[in-house]
């Protein structure tokens, strides 16, 4: 079983910088594609980016392209989300996911770190 878990939300202006972080225990971290996914209020939730397990693929929404950069240290277990350029529109509660190799669906989440965005 794996345990993730977010920080690093918090209130910040338009333009500011935010990096969550997701600390991950159990399981075998560095075999699973890590993906950030937020849900804004009264909307679904909605990818915004994911990294293979190696760290050498990315992929992001294109909401985000340009200003937010997902990374991976396997050795502290832990994925982080770099956003920059923040706008009020990415406000909402970050969620950091695991699937592993042998599974098209990530099967492990966290409880989620909120972030606003202040205009």
């Known amino acids: 079983q794996v345990q993730l878990v977010e920080s690093g939300g918090g209130l910040v202006q338009a333009g500011g910088s935010l990096r969550l972080s997701c600390a991950a225990s159990g399981g075998t971290f560095s075999t699973y594609r890590m993906g950030w996914f937020r849900q804004a209020p009264g909307k679904e939730r909605e990818f915004v980016a994911n990294?293979?397990?190696?760290?050498?693929?990315?992929n992001y929404a294109d909401s985000v392209k340009g200003r937010f950069t997902i990374s991976r240290d396997n050795a502290k277990k832990t994925v982080y989300l770099q956003m920059n350029s923040l706008k009020p529109e990415d406000t909402g509660v970050y969620y950091c996911?695991?699937?592993?190799?042998?599974?098209?669906?990530?099967?492990?989440w966290g409880q989620g770190t909120q972030v606003t965005v202040s205009s």
């Open positions: 996911a695991a699937r592993p190799l042998t599974r098209l669906t990530y099967e492990y």
């Open positions: 990294i293979t397990w190696t760290g050498g693929i990315t």
